[in-house]
């Protein structure tokens, strides 16, 4: 298994461009997650989603949107980049949290806003 | 709001035991706190996690106080692969589902 992946590792975006962040995983888990880390902080939860068509705000939602076509795919959109949304971004993925209490984390990708 | 507080920073000898302190004094009764951490900006891994009895995996330990108020990460025999940021985290229920709040972390150096 794969696990997790997310592309693309690193990118730079000019101020207002606009971008999609790919997350996919291979461990047919229903619940998905999108997460920021700014630089010597702890992760902050950006939207999540329980199953394909379902998804819902976490604690810092604003200027992104995310989808859930499909179990194995959640993308996160960045609509008018601001330098604020400058961070690393993580995606993750789990069993319901009743059944396992585990997520499984991808490698990242680092963006940059100028 | 985090609802962990952590020592921003933490020495350890290679081969020693590594105890890593949380304080969690608000987390409510049926809340977990779970241990993650995280090498070089990789993406976070699990290592344990418990809500009032203390806990052992072939990782680490996890000592709960009876209160729950504080919690202490016991990784027995730390190796330079240990050097990493810590992250004590409570799993809280939140509009139907679980979410992680993560605090600042500690940053944990093993030296050899």
């Known amino acids: 298994n794969a696990g997790v992946t997310q592309t693309p590792k690193f990118r730079i975006l000019k101020i207002g461009q606009s971008m999609t962040l790919q997350c996919a995983q291979d461990?047919?888990?229903?619940?998905m997650y999108w997460y920021r880390q700014d630089p010597g902080m702890g992760l902050k939860l950006i939207y999540y989603?329980?199953?394909?068509?379902?998804?819902d705000k976490g604690e810092v939602p604003n200027g992104y949107n995310v989808s859930r076509s499909t179990t194995e795919d959640f993308p996160l959109r960045l609509e008018l980049a601001a330098p604020s949304q400058t961070s690393v971004y993580f995606c993750?993925?789990?069993?319901?949290?009743?059944?396992?209490?585990?997520?499984?984390f991808g490698p990242g990708t680092r963006l940059t806003v100028l | 709001d985090a609802k962990t507080t952590q020592p921003p920073s933490m020495d350890c000898a290679e081969g020693r035991a590594a105890n890593l302190p949380c304080n969690h004094s608000?987390?409510?009764?049926?809340?977990?706190v779970y241990w993650y951490r995280q090498i070089h900006s990789q993406g976070p891994q699990y290592i344990i996690h418990?809500?009032?009895n203390n806990e052992t995996n072939e990782m680490a330990s996890l000592i709960i106080t009876e209160d729950r108020k504080s919690s202490t990460l016991i990784l027995p025999h730390a190796t330079l692969r240990d050097t990493a940021v810590y992250y004590c985290?409570?799993?809280?229920?939140?509009?139907?589902?679980?979410?992680?709040?993560f605090g600042t972390g500690t940053r944990l150096k093993v030296l050899a």
């Open positions: 993750a993925s789990s069993l319901p949290p009743t059944r396992s209490n585990e997520q499984f």
């Open positions: 461990m047919n888990h229903n619940y």
């Open positions: 989603s329980v199953g394909a068509g379902i998804t």
């Open positions: 608000t987390i409510s009764g049926n809340e977990y």
């Open positions: 418990g809500l009032k």
């Open positions: 985290i409570v799993r809280v229920r939140d509009s139907g589902t679980y979410k992680y709040i």
